[in-house]
């Protein structure tokens, strides 16, 4: 796997999402196949003003899974006459290569692109994954005793926590846009005010 190794590891959340901010990042996110050896249905990406880069469902080279498909709505027949991802790949790859890619839940979505480029024989590019769901873990603050670590918590919940408005959920443009959101909410939280953000307040 090509990716390095994900962040945050700043002793303080609110000093590592500063950190974030202090250069250019995307959102990513993806709905996939399932739990087993998961690829890529749908993926999108955002940048830091919250414009699109890639927003694109495909068909997968195997069929998606019951709970998958009740989970997301998306079914198989559904994806029949879309694209294979080898062809959206050269896109994503110029659009997270080298960049910090913030995800909700990055070690499975990096796990899903890696079995991805696998099936097509394609290189997954480098990029810096920067974990939100750990991230508003700390934030949070649930510890679990038997694990040694903060409990995960869901997307609609940090959003609940921050007060912003989920989008759909299970729709990957809806959740980067929550994501965002949910950044945004916390950089106002912290004191920091952010360009290109701003205009969106």
Not at 31 to 56: C, F, K, N, Y
Not at 68 to 78: N, V
């Amino acid at each position: 796997m090509n990716a390095l190794p994900p962040r945050p590891g700043a002793a303080d959340p609110w000093e590592d999402l500063r950190r974030l901010a202090e250069g250019p990042f995307l959102v990513l996110d993806t709905e996939t196949t399932g739990l087993l050896a998961p690829e890529v249905v749908s993926i999108a990406v955002i940048d830091d003003r919250r414009q699109t880069l890639v927003h694109d469902t495909v068909c997968p080279a195997k069929p998606m899974e019951l709970d998958a498909e009740r989970l997301t709505g998306i079914r198989t027949a559904d994806l029949a006459g879309r694209p294979a991802f080898d062809t959206i790949a050269p896109r994503v790859s110029a659009a997270i290569r080298g960049r910090r890619v913030v995800i909700y839940n990055a070690d499975y979505d990096v796990q899903v692109l890696a079995n991805t480029y696998r099936r097509y024989g394609l290189a997954l590019p480098e990029f810096e994954p920067w974990c939100a769901m750990l991230w508003f873990a700390r934030v949070y603050g649930q510890w679990d005793p038997a694990r040694q670590a903060f409990v995960w918590q869901s997307l609609r919940k940090a959003a609940a926590y921050f007060g912003v408005e989920a989008a759909a959920e299970h729709d990957a443009l809806a959740d980067c846009q929550t994501t965002w959101s949910i950044l945004r909410a916390g950089l106002e939280r912290s004191g920091l005010r952010v360009a290109g953000m701003d205009a969106l307040l």
